[in-house]
């Protein structure tokens, strides 16, 4: 496993509740949805969770962290801020993994959602952006080395450790 098989996404999430709730409300039913989602992941083939991270931010002072390196050990949440309630909340989910898009990605945030909201029909949760890198494209400056591959990007995209840098690795089958 490299890490240049890993496809970075970003999806800016937005949810509303038709009553206020408490900050526990929150971290449970995104707990739910983040646990979900990695399970969802990790059932397809050939995929593997580097990371998952999100944050949801309920106000300016109250915030929910999420974390996740795979659906058997969880999700780890902590919360920071007051005890107020919330009728909304703003989230950003980094997803970090392999053998699968971004838009396959999306979707299977989608479908997780599908099973969550069953216990939460009063709120709705919406995408509102989605931005993604495939694999070893773009993640340093125009001019400057890749701090990854020092330089040696290749249109198999797959690379390997040789003496502290990455090398070109000869692929045998389809390319990717």
């Known amino acids: 496993m490299y890490q240049n098989e890993f496809i970075p996404a970003v999806f800016k ?35 593997f969770i580097g990371h998952i991270k999100g944050l949801a931010e309920l106000s300016d002072t109250a915030f929910i962290k999420f974390s996740c390196v795979n659906a058997l ?16 909340a703003e989230m950003v989910i980094n997803s970090l993994v392999s053998g699968i898009d971004a838009g ?17 029909s009063q709120v709705v949760m919406r995408v509102t952006e ?28 797959k690379l390997k450790m040789e003496n502290g840098k990455f090398r070109n690795a000869s692929v045998k089958g389809k390319s990717h």
């Open 130 to 157: 989605t931005f993604t890198e495939e694999a070893h494209e773009h993640h340093h400056h125009d001019g400057e080395a890749c701090p990854i591959c020092h330089g040696h990007h290749h249109k198999n995209g």
């Open 73 to 88: 050990t969880g999700v780890h949440h902590e919360y920071t801020g007051g005890n107020e309630t919330s009728g909304q």
């Open 13 to 47: 999430l937005q949810f509303k509740s038709d009553s206020p709730m408490t900050p526990e409300e929150w971290e449970e039913m995104i707990g739910s949805l983040m646990g979900v989602y990695a399970k969802r992941i990790s059932e397809k083939e050939k995929t």
């Open 104 to 120: 396959e990605s999306r979707k299977l945030l989608n479908l997780s959602w599908l099973l969550v909201e069953k216990d939460y």
